[in-house]
């Protein structure tokens, strides 16, 4: 697995990657029709210009290649307050808020041009990407554990949201998988939720920038 990030630090947390690559995604530095699927974690949210990205992932995929990414959704509250509140209150609040240490790093900039429903979709036309899946779900509201108040009302809106899928839009993060034509396997199989990673294919990857690890054993994929 390839991994790229315009910072080395948080490439060099991340121990998923065989390779890693100081770059950026408007530019990213590998051949034409190099990767099978292209993979990132909560990255979505922070990039100011999607469709260049997009159209980035799309030249470095092979035909029938995978994009696979997972973001929140701005539908939520909890994301639609942070895109209308400025980057001093992120910093001040948003890590006490999620329970951070005092020397974590402070909140990336976010941009949530690529984080409704309608954005992906049109985007990903444009670009001709094909939507495979589309999976958004709510888990408990930890974040708001800093009072008991919040973190009640939290619990309240995840059983609401949860009760049934006509409030699908309104739960916190997404998951999508998007293709090039036809696909590289036969079929995928959703595990648990979210649906996460092809961990047991044997496939050339691409991870897009975050110092997380990728998910394991989420789901599995079967070769053609």
């Not at 639609?80 to 890590?95: D, E, G, L, M, Y």
């Not at 554990?145 to 309240?156: A, D, E, R, T, W």
């Not at 394991?216 to 070769?223: G, H, K, N, T, V």
Request: glycine content about 4%; hydrophobic content about 40%; some cysteine.
């Amino acid at each position: 697995m390839i991994g790229i990030d315009i910072n080395l630090e948080d490439l060099d947390k991340n121990n998923s990657c065989d390779k890693k690559i100081v770059g950026s995604v408007y530019n990213i530095p590998l051949p034409d029709s190099s990767i099978d699927i292209v993979y990132s974690d909560w990255v979505a949210e922070h990039i100011e210009y999607p469709e260049m990205m997009i159209k980035e992932i799309y030249r470095v995929l092979r035909p029938g290649g995978y994009y696979l990414f997972r973001t929140g959704n701005l539908c939520h509250y909890s994301y639609f307050i942070s895109s209308v509140t400025p980057q001093w209150f992120h910093k001040i609040f948003a890590n006490k808020v999620r329970g951070l240490p005092e020397m974590s790093h402070e909140p990336h900039i976010s941009f949530y041009r690529f984080n409704s429903i309608f954005s992906i979709s049109n985007i990903m036309k444009k670009c001709c990407f094909q939507k495979e899946a589309l999976n958004i779900y709510e888990l408990e509201p930890s974040y708001l554990m800093f009072s008991l108040p919040s973190f009640i009302l939290g619990v309240i809106y995840e059983r609401i949201v949860n009760s049934n899928n006509i409030f699908m839009r309104f739960r916190a993060c997404m998951w999508i998988f998007t293709t090039l034509g036809p696909p590289l396997f036969t079929s995928i199989t959703p595990r648990g939720t979210p649906p996460g990673w092809l961990s047991s294919v044997n496939q050339t990857s691409l991870l897009l920038s975050s110092s997380r690890p990728v998910p394991e054993r989420r789901f599995q994929a079967l070769p053609v």
